[in-house]
């Protein structure tokens, strides 16, 4: 894989022309589109293969699926496995459910988030999280991570925090993706994420992908910022050559 394939671009718009504009936009700097619930809801399923078509690659459908087996399996059959190359689904469903669903598909890649990157100490105890799993959220991602492993799911989407742990306990196959990335030059007012790293970060403790939003949309200019994001993945991949 290239640096430029690592590096997954959340179209979070509410409308085609908007999320078509910035695939043209930064096609060149970007491996893959993720299409989100924002997306999905505002234009419906065809958006998959219309931003497959323009992108030429395959599509990150975030949906991240949260409901009984039998729902989310009929959910999944209706998928366009043409157009689709990673799905996600909630961890804290158990291992019955992660298993049915990692059984579905051949050909689409099941991604369970672990812990989401917006959600703090706080925030856990006061959904249930036992406080003492709560005070370490990586404690608590790399139980989920555990469980997503153990039903067969092809990866996780956690934080950079957690990566490195990830890989050492369920080996190099098994697929990372980590949001929350902010370089050091795109910090977001009243930032929404907590627990962040920047790219370069992401990539060195082992992440496979990386899921940068806002840091290039919002930039000045989202191409440059793509291509900064580009050469600091690459940056990571020699170091990390360098070093292991
Ligand atoms: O970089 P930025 O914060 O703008 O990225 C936001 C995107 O990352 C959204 O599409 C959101 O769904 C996704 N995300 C995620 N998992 C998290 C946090 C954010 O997939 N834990």
């Not at 988030?113 to 005070?135: E, F, H, Q």
Request: with cysteine.
């Amino acid at each position: 894989m290239e640096a430029k394939d690592r590096l997954i671009f959340p179209l979070d718009f509410s409308s085609l022309n908007e999320a078509k504009h910035y695939v043209g936009l930064l096609k060149d700097y970007v491996g893959i589109f993720k299409v989100g619930l924002q997306l999905f809801v505002a234009e419906g399923p065809r958006v998959i293969q219309t931003i497959a078509e323009d992108a030429n690659t395959k599509i990150f459908l975030d949906l991240k699926f949260h409901d009984i087996p039998v729902t989310i399996k009929s959910a999944q059959k209706s998928l366009l496995e043409d157009y689709i190359k990673f799905i996600t689904v909630h961890c804290d469903q158990g291992l019955r459910l992660l298993k049915a669903i990692a059984g579905v598909s051949d050909r689409i890649k099941i991604l369970a988030v672990t812990v989401l990157t917006s959600l703090n100490t706080r925030d856990l105890i006061d959904i249930g999280i036992d406080p003492n799993l709560a005070k370490d959220p990586s404690q608590l991602v790399l139980k989920r991570a555990e469980v997503a492993y153990r039903a067969g799911c092809d990866g996780v989407v956690c934080s950079g925090l957690e990566a490195k742990e990830v890989k050492s306990r369920f080996g190099r196959d098994f697929i990372v993706v980590t949001p929350g990335i902010r370089p050091q030059w795109g910090l977001i007012a009243d930032d929404d994420q907590k627990r962040v790293v920047t790219p370069y970060e992401a990539i060195i403790n082992g992440a496979d992908y990386i899921v940068v939003g806002r840091p290039i949309r919002d930039a000045p200019d989202p191409r440059a910022a793509a291509q900064k994001v580009v050469k600091e993945i690459e940056q990571a991949l020699n170091d990390l050559k360098l070093h292991y």
